[in-house]
């Protein structure tokens, strides 16, 4: 039984630094066996050029999903129509965090997380920076209190594996559930695996 047959998921990738985050993300994604009912992905600029820096690959073009491009704000995701029941932004950048909470929609990636903002959906930033100043935390609290969820991409370290690929992997998983999707067997705090 596909436990994730009812999820639309959406997944916006930034210029933050931590593709990896993104790359295991599409990775869990795709080898699910009960995957979510749709998955699809906007690329920023900026982000497809730190995957290819940071990553040093170009797979985001071999994604088994829908791609649609980040100026296309005629696409599926820029309305509440569309029916995607979650977004994440993985990693979002600080700057497109300030473009949400400022309700600045000039992107695909910013209309579509205004959306799901304005029909109470979920929308999950996977803030990738360090350190903070006041701006950023206003524009968390802003988008906190308009119903968005900050989700630092900071990993938790008791897991029983402890390679980095392990530890990203836990985390991701965490992220997918947090947008409503089923993660069967995953480690969870004084459980055995």
């Known amino acids: 039984m596909n436990d994730n047959r009812h999820v639309r998921l959406l997944i916006g990738i930034t210029g933050a630094s931590g593709s990896i985050y993104a790359k295991k993300l599409l990775e869990r994604i795709a080898n699910m066996p009960d995957k979510p009912e749709q998955t699809a992905v906007i690329f920023s600029e900026a982000g497809e050029k730190v995957w290819q820096y940071e990553l040093g690959d170009t797979s985001f073009g071999t994604l088994p999903f829908t791609v649609y491009r980040n100026d296309d704000l005629f696409a599926p995701p820029a309305s509440g129509s569309a029916g995607f029941t979650a977004m994440v932004i993985c990693p979002c950048s ?100």
């Open 94 to 193: 600080v700057g497109t965090l300030g473009r949400i909470a400022a309700g600045t929609a000039e992107s695909l990636i910013t209309r579509a997380a205004d959306v799901m903002l304005k029909e109470r959906r979920k929308l999950i930033l996977v803030i990738r920076e360090a350190p903070l100043n006041v701006i950023h935390i206003r524009n968390m609290e802003t988008v906190t209190l308009a119903g968005g969820i900050i989700f630092p991409a900071s990993p938790g370290f008791y897991y029983p594996e402890k390679d980095l690929d392990s530890i990203i992997n836990h985390f991701v998983e965490r992220v997918l559930e947090t947008a409503g999707i089923k993660i069967h067997g995953r480690y969870s705090w004084g459980s055995s695996r």
